[in-house]
């Protein structure tokens, strides 16, 4: 394992640009600069982007823009009193927004949707294609799966390049399985079938599935605003195991010692937040610990954000 001062500039680099945006606040610094929080039934639930402000107008019938004390602040019409109908808005607003091609975000279309939560937990306000969510500032949730195994005393991990036609982060490195959390599904079943269509991970390995915990990031991009909370797995496999891609997302997969894994991430070569999963599993197995990172407190702390309400 590397402890010099590159590898931890670069680990500090990593958790800052994927929190420059105060999700909890967003009047705070110049990145925030015109963003607007937005309410849906009278709750929170998304910062909407000042390029994005811009457009609203447009849509009188959809979105109620008001100033109060503390400041502008965006309604979704009461009117859509339902999860069908709030699902059906966003599909119309989207589509439209698509077609003038307004958002680079926008580009990236999945024909997949996420849905949208007050809470986690509790029933879904409405389904938007995940492409647009950043547009609204809606928490996305995805799972992230650190398939590891020992070779020769060794602990290595598999890691995927992505294909080379992915919508975002295109030929970037990734954790070995991941993926957004599709609506409709479960989270250790969303974590199953990226397993199964990613690495075509086999049953009996699937039962060594293990829920490990989550990191939260929020940050601001030419997308919009994209506060996340990535649930993750640790899956220890055969040292014989050698994932196959099933779905075309990606290209190759490759068996890294862990310096090789601190050199890649060194080297930006990993999609962020999959960096950031690794990084977590580091932590976790005693690699990084408070004697070798002078960050060390700092890192866990940017690494677990608050994204949800209270309980």
């Known amino acids: 394992m590397r402890t010099d001062k590159k590898w931890s500039d670069a680990v500090l680099k990593l958790v800052s640009e994927l929190n420059n945006f105060d999700y909890a606040d967003p009047s705070g610094n110049r990145a925030h600069t015109g ?18 402000m811009k457009e609203l107008p447009n849509y009188p019938d959809v979105f109620k823009i008001c100033t109060e004390q503390s400041g502008q602040c965006v309604y979704l019409s009461e009117q859509l009193s339902t999860e069908v109908k709030k699902s059906d808005v966003f599909e119309r607003v989207l589509m439209d927004l698509r077609k003038q091609e307004k958002f680079v975000t926008l580009k990236g279309w999945r024909n997949e949707k996420y849905s949208i939560f007050y809470k986690l937990g509790e029933p879904p306000i409405c389904h938007v294609e995940r492409a647009g969510c950043p547009l609204f500032g809606f928490i996305q949730y995805g799972v992230h799966v650190n398939g590891y195994t020992y070779k020769d ?7 995927g390049r992505r294909s080379k036609t992915k919508q975002t982060f295109p030929n970037m490195l990734d954790n070995m399985c ?28 699937l039962k060594k599935l293990k829920p490990i915990g989550s990191i939260s990031y929020c940050y601001i991009d030419d997308r919009g605003i994209e506060p996340e909370t990535q649930y993750l ?19 190759s997969f490759h068996l890294y ?13 990993f999609k962020p937040n999959c960096a950031l999963t690794i990084i977590d599993f580091l932590i ?6 408070p004697d070798n990172e002078p960050n060390y407190c700092y890192i866990i702390q940017r690494m677990h954000i608050s994204l949800q309400p209270s309980p």
Not at 35 to 52: K, L, M
């Open 35 to 52: 963003c607007v929080p937005f309410y849906i039934d009278g709750n929170r639930v998304g910062v909407i982007p000042a390029q994005v």
């Open 257 to 269: 010692s862990l310096e090789e894994l601190q050199d890649l991430i060194i080297a930006e070569e």
């Open 284 to 289: 976790r197995h005693g690699y990084i610990t």
């Open 178 to 205: 991941a993926g957004g959390l599709t609506s409709g599904l479960g989270i250790t079943e969303c974590t199953i079938k990226e397993c199964q269509e990613e690495g075509s991970v086999d049953d009996e390995t």
């Open 233 to 251: 797995y640790d899956l220890e496999l055969s040292p014989d195991f050698v994932p196959r891609n099933a779905d075309g997302e990606m290209q």
């Open 153 to 159: 005393g060794e602990l290595k991990m598999w890691v």
